[in-house]
C-alpha cells in the first residue's frame, strides 16, 4: 500500500444528518438516493414480470425530478438543461403505459356494479385500455433501458462532482423554498371554494405533492413531521382521486365517440355487402357498447361530485387552512439559524 499523499484533505465520514448538512450536499445526497431507487425499479421494468416497476420507476424520477427543481440554484452546476431535458422526455414517455394501468384498474373496480346490457361496453373499454398498456409497454421495454441506463451513469457521474458549500443548513434552505409555498397553497384552496368547475385541483394536488417531497427528507427532524406528512399525503390522495376522475371522463368520452364510430362504419359495411336486406333487424339486435360507457361515465361523475363534496368539506370546516398554517409554521422552524455550517474538513470533501 502506497503512503497517502499528506497534501490531500483527510477522507471525513458523514457525521452530520441531513438537515444539517450544506444544501449541496444534502441535495445530490437525496438525488443520488432516487437515482437509485429508479436504477433498481428500470431493472425490474426490463424483466417485465413486476407489475409494480413502471409505478416505482416513475415515482423515483418523479421525486428525482422535483429534488432537482426545489434545489437548482445548489445542483444547478451538475445538472445542466440538457441532461434534465432528456430526463423529462423519458419520464413522459413513460406516461400512455401508466395512464392505462391506473384506468384498468379503476375499471376493474365498476364491474360489478353494472348491469348486463352494460357489460359490452364495459368489455369494449377494457380492451382498449389493455391494447394502449401492452404496446406502451413494448415501446418502453424495447428503448427505455439501454436509454436510462446511459443517462444514469451520466447523471450519476454529474453528482459525484465536488462542489462548494454553502454557509446555510439544507433545513434553512428549505425552510425558504416551503414558506412561499404554503401561502401558495392557501392561495389554491381558496379559489378552488369559489370555484364550481373545480379548475385548480390539479394545480392544487401538484403544490401539495411538492410540499411533501420537501418534508419528508425533513422528517427526522421535526417533532410532528410524520404527521404532517400523513395530513399532506391524505390530501394529495383526495385530490388525486379527483384529477383521475377528470382524466377518466375526458377518455370516457373519446372511446364513446370512438365506439360509435366503430359501431356506425360496421354496421355500413354490412349493408353495402351482402346480406344487405338483413340490415335493419341485425341493426337492431346489436348490443351497443355506449349503454355501457354511458353507465361508467355516470360513475366517474359520481366520484367527481363525492371528492369535490370532501375537499369542500375540509376547506370549509377550516382543516386545510389550519394544515397551510401548520406547513408555514414548520418552515419558519426550519428557516432558524440554529444549525452551525459545515466544518471546513467536510465542505472541502464535498
Given amino acids: 500500500m502506497t503512503e497517502r499523499d499528506a497534501s490531500l484533505p483527510a477522507p471525513v465520514p458523514e457525521r452530520l444528518p441531513l438537515h444539517q448538512l450544506a444544501p449541496e450536499r444534502?441535495?445530490?445526497?437525496?438525488?443520488?438516493?432516487?437515482?437509485?431507487?429508479?436504477?433498481?425499479?428500470?431493472?425490474?421494468?426490463?424483466?417485465?414480470?413486476?407489475?409494480?416497476?413502471?409505478?416505482?420507476?416513475?415515482?423515483?424520477?418523479?421525486?428525482?425530478?422535483?429534488?432537482?427543481?426545489?434545489?437548482?440554484?445548489?445542483?444547478?452546476?451538475?445538472?445542466?438543461?440538457?441532461?434534465?431535458?432528456?430526463?423529462?422526455?423519458?419520464?413522459?414517455?413513460?406516461?400512455?403505459?401508466?395512464?392505462?394501468?391506473?384506468?384498468?384498474?379503476?375499471?376493474?373496480?365498476?364491474?360489478?356494479?353494472?348491469?348486463?346490457?352494460?357489460?359490452?361496453?364495459?368489455?369494449?373499454?377494457r380492451r382498449r385500455l389493455e391494447d394502449r398498456q401492452r404496446q406502451g409497454y413494448a415501446a418502453i421495454r424495447a428503448a427505455l433501458p439501454l436509454q436510462f441506463a446511459a443517462l444514469s451513469a451520466l447523471l450519476r457521474a454529474a453528482l459525484a462532482m465536488p462542489a462548494a458549500a454553502t454557509p446555510l443548513s439544507f433545513a434553512q434552505v428549505t425552510g425558504g423554498q416551503l414558506k412561499p409555498l404554503a401561502a401558495e397553497l392557501g392561495g389554491s384552496f381558496a379559489a378552488i371554494a369559489g370555484d364550481e368547475e373545480m379548475a385548480h385541483v390539479h394545480a392544487a394536488r401538484l403544490l401539495v405533492k411538492r410540499a411533501r417531497y420537501l418534508l419528508e427528507p425533513l422528517v427526522p427532524a421535526l417533532p410532528d413531521g410524520k404527521e404532517l406528512v400523513r395530513e399532506l399525503s391524505g390530501l394529495q390522495e383526495l385530490l388525486g382521486d379527483m384529477h383521475d376522475?377528470?382524466?377518466?371522463?375526458?377518455?370516457?368520452?373519446?372511446?364513446?365517440?370512438?365506439?360509435?364510430?366503430?359501431?356506425?362504419?360496421?354496421?355500413?359495411?354490412?349493408?353495402?355487402?351482402?346480406?344487405?336486406?338483413?340490415?335493419?333487424p341485425v341493426a337492431r339486435r346489436r348490443s351497443d357498447e355506449r349503454a355501457g360507457l354511458a353507465a361508467l361515465a355516470q360513475r366517474v361523475r359520481t366520484q367527481m361530485h363525492g371528492g369535490r363534496a370532501g375537499l369542500l368539506a375540509k376547506i370549509r370546516g377550516g382543516e386545510v387552512a389550519a394544515l397551510m398554517r401548520r406547513l408555514e409554521q414548520t418552515a419558519e422552524q426550519l428557516e432558524l439559524p440554529r444549525v452551525v455550517a459545515l466544518p471546513q474538513a467536510l465542505r472541502s470533501s464535498v
Fill in 245 to 280: 376522475a377528470e382524466v377518466l371522463g375526458a377518455s370516457l368520452g373519446e372511446a364513446a365517440a370512438e365506439a360509435g364510430a366503430a359501431r356506425y362504419r360496421a354496421l355500413v359495411s354490412q349493408a353495402l355487402g351482402e346480406g344487405a336486406d338483413a340490415f335493419g
Fill in 26 to 125: 444534502a441535495a445530490r445526497r437525496l438525488l443520488a438516493r432516487q437515482l437509485k431507487s429508479a436504477e433498481a425499479a428500470g431493472r425490474r421494468l426490463a424483466g417485465g414480470e413486476d407489475a409494480e416497476a413502471l409505478h416505482d420507476f416513475r415515482v423515483a424520477l418523479r421525486r428525482f425530478r422535483s429534488i432537482e427543481r426545489a434545489y437548482r440554484a445548489w445542483v444547478e452546476d451538475a445538472l445542466p438543461k440538457k441532461l434534465r431535458k432528456r430526463l423529462q422526455e423519458l419520464v413522459r414517455s413513460t406516461g400512455p403505459a401508466r395512464d392505462s394501468e391506473v384506468q384498468l384498474h379503476w375499471l376493474d373496480a365498476q364491474r360489478a356494479a353494472l348491469r348486463p346490457n352494460q357489460r359490452t361496453g364495459y368489455q369494449w373499454l
